[in-house]
């Protein structure tokens, strides 16, 4: 690398060395000759090569080259800088390291061949291809298109190691469900990803919801449109100097090729505010097209001065007709049929695959409850559904089945844990307590127990939930009921003895306990005053008034400490006696309005 900088200096896009400008062309002509040679050559992938040359020879996806997919090498940049590169079908990733871009397309591919269909299309409308389900008979017909390859398809789909989720990722928006409210028909949105005019975009929302799988068609798009290229990062592995390096070859890219690039940065909230940083001049000058993706509110994540460069998109978790339209069109993929009716057993079926592989019916109360317990996350659903597929293909091949049905049951032991969407760091937790605390001070039991539930069988820290608990005894209860108190932190030190799950309960009475309780934010509110009034005392705060003073020596006694101080308990009648400071008398913050502030 050479170490000046000065403006002579360019970067090979293809080989990343540093060149001067008089010879950066005919480098290039070398450059790219020598990558068409290395495409050529067949895959090295485990000769030890220097990632370098791998990033000549594979592009996994040929709308996406993939950065920050760390090898073992531990080579600093291991991008796979796919500009010149032809679409090479059929060829595998540059590594097996997250970047999910890596070789997806060409899996995806396969799947398109499989099934491809329309939007908005329903398993629940449409009779299984090879299946007439007429009446309360069913019926088989004769194979048609994906089915006739059912058997083996449907085992590389189901048994290779990548999730179903991620073979099934779409590349064109007609594939991608739901959504509407940012991507209908008539969004803004919409209308410039159909011009081809990309805006630096955040996409916000829940995991599985589709962030990462916008990106994928955006690019898609760009490539196709040639004008310009697609880089993605992963928040969670790459350097500083890596994205400086990404910067660098962007501006390359603008000033050899006029091409634009637009970086994809996943999980954007997982960059320090200094890595943000990074970008802002060159979102600024338009050398990047950022799309950031997070699951974090962006406005507590991302950089004020970034997050106004870009339009934020927030996408809601998938709706239940969204997620039947997303795994129908899985299952068209896999060549497996929907049985519209329940408790059809595999008999009345007649083997229609032709193949040793058994065919895979599913019955639609199964889907059904896929979609539902997803809690909108397509890829929960896409895998819960494959390893129910597997499962039971598992036991049909032991017990030499020709069919198998998977049923609701199946499903249910797929998405076993049952999916709660609960992030424990994230801004959930804080709008689930906010949300207990809230149902508390109504006094709606129901809904407290509710939230309680959401956060625990999330995995919430039962003490966290037990200290808002015992902070909302003082707060909201007070003196209204002042064995609140005393109830929540027994459930505390409760929790803390017992911890989870044998605690729950323990929250739960207490929850209930105070959302029963009667309410009063007298002290509370008096105390606030109190905070009040210190913070917008002027001047010197007055000083303790000498009678309320205490005089353990003979000097101070000399001062005048507690001269005329009345000792209570000597007193029968009640006491006259100031306990506020001279200036203050009168105050009472019990009161709304106090008088002195
Ligand atoms: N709107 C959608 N339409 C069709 N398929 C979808 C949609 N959203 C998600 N999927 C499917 O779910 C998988 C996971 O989605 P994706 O990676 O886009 O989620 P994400 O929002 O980026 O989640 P995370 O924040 O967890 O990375 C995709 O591979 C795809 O198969
Ligand atoms: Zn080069």
Redesign the pocket.
């Known amino acids: 690398m050479a170490q000046e900088s000065s403006s002579d200096i360019v970067q090979c896009p293809v080989c990343l060395r540093d060149f001067k400008a008089a010879d950066i062309n005919s480098h290039l002509d070398n450059c790219l000759l020598q990558a068409e040679v290395n495409e050529q050559e067949p895959e090295s992938e485990s000769s030890g090569e220097p990632p370098r040359k791998k990033q000549c020879t594979a592009e996994p996806c040929p709308a996406m080259s993939s950065w920050g997919a760390k090898e073992g090498s531990g080579a600093p940049s291991t991008s796979v800088f796919s500009l010149f590169q032809k679409g090479k079908p059929g060829t595998t990733g540059a590594s097996d390291a997250p970047g999910?871009f890596s070789s997806k397309r060409t899996t995806f591919e396969k799947s398109e061949e499989a099934g491809h269909f329309a939007n908005n299309h329903k398993w629940g409308k449409r009779s299984a291809p090879g299946v007439d389900v007429s009446g309360d008979q069913l019926r088989s017909k004769p194979a048609q298109d994906g089915l006739a390859t059912l058997g083996t398809q449907t085992r590389e789909k189901l048994y290779d190691s990548k999730p179903l989720?991620?073979k099934?990722?779409?590349c064109t928006l007609d594939?991608?469900?739901?959504?509407n409210k940012v991507l209908g028909e008539n969004t803004l949105l919409r209308s410039l990803l159909e011009t081809q005019d990309i805006p630096s975009l955040m996409l916000w929302?829940p995991?599985?919801?589709?962030?990462?799988?916008?990106a994928h068609i955006i690019a898609t798009n760009s490539k196709k449109s040639g004008n310009s290229r697609f880089v993605t990062l992963s928040a969670t592995s790459t350097s500083t100097s890596e994205v400086r390096e990404v910067i660098k070859q962007a501006q390359n890219e603008l000033k050899l090729f006029k091409r634009k690039t637009i970086l994809f940065i996943?999980e954007i909230h997982r960059f320090n505010k200094s890595q943000q940083d990074t970008f802002l001049p060159h979102v600024e000058c338009g050398t990047i097209t950022l799309i950031g993706?997070t699951?974090e509110n962006p406005s507590f994540q991302v950089n004020a001065a970034l997050l106004s460069r870009c339009r934020v998109i927030v996408?809601e978790k998938?709706s239940v007709e969204?997620m039947e339209s997303?795994l129908a069109r899985a299952l068209d993929s896999l060549g497996i049929q929907v049985l519209e009716q329940e408790g059809d057993d595999s008999a009345s079926i007649r083997d229609i695959s032709g193949s040793s592989e058994p065919s895979i019916y599913i019955e639609q109360k199964a889907l059904s409850t896929i979609a539902h317990l997803c809690d909108g996350d397509?890829?929960a659903g896409?895998n819960g559904l494959q390893l129910a597929v597997q499962s039971r293909l598992s036991a049909a091949r032991l017990g030499q089945l020709k069919q198998v049905i998977v049923q609701e049951d199946h499903i249910k032991e797929g998405l076993q844990r049952s999916h709660i969407l609960y992030d424990k760091a994230g801004e959930e937790h804080y709008n689930c307590i906010s949300a207990l605390h809230k149902s508390m001070r109504g006094s709606d039991e129901n809904a407290a127990l509710y939230w309680l539930g959401r956060m625990l069988e999330g995995g919430e820290d039962p003490l966290y939930v037990a200290r808002r608990l015992v902070r909302f005894a003082s707060e909201d209860v007070g003196l209204a009921d002042p064995m609140a108190l005393t109830h929540a932190v027994a459930a505390f030190q409760g929790c803390h003895f017992i911890g989870m799950p044998e605690c729950e309960v323990l929250l739960a009475q207490c929850a209930v306990y105070l959302a029963r309780a009667p309410k009063s934010i007298e002290v509370y509110s008096a105390y606030n005053r109190v905070k009040e009034c210190l913070k917008s005392h002027k001047g010197p705060l007055p000083p303790v008034p000498l009678h309320l003073r205490n005089a353990p020596t003979k000097l101070m006694k000399s001062l005048g400490y507690a001269k005329g101080y009345k000792y209570n308990p000597s007193f029968t009648e009640p006491v006259e006696q100031d306990y506020l400071p001279e200036e203050m008398k009168g105050t009472n913050f019990f009161q709304r309005k106090p008088n002195n502030f």
């Not at 594939?175 to 959504?179: A, I, R, S, V």
């Not at 995991?207 to 916008?214: D, I, S, V």
Request: contains cysteine; aromatic residues 10%.
């Open positions: 999910f989720a991620e099934m990722r779409p594939d991608y469900f739901g959504q929302g995991p599985g919801c589709g962030k990462t799988t916008l996943d993706a699951t996408l998938l969204a997303i397509a890829r896409l």
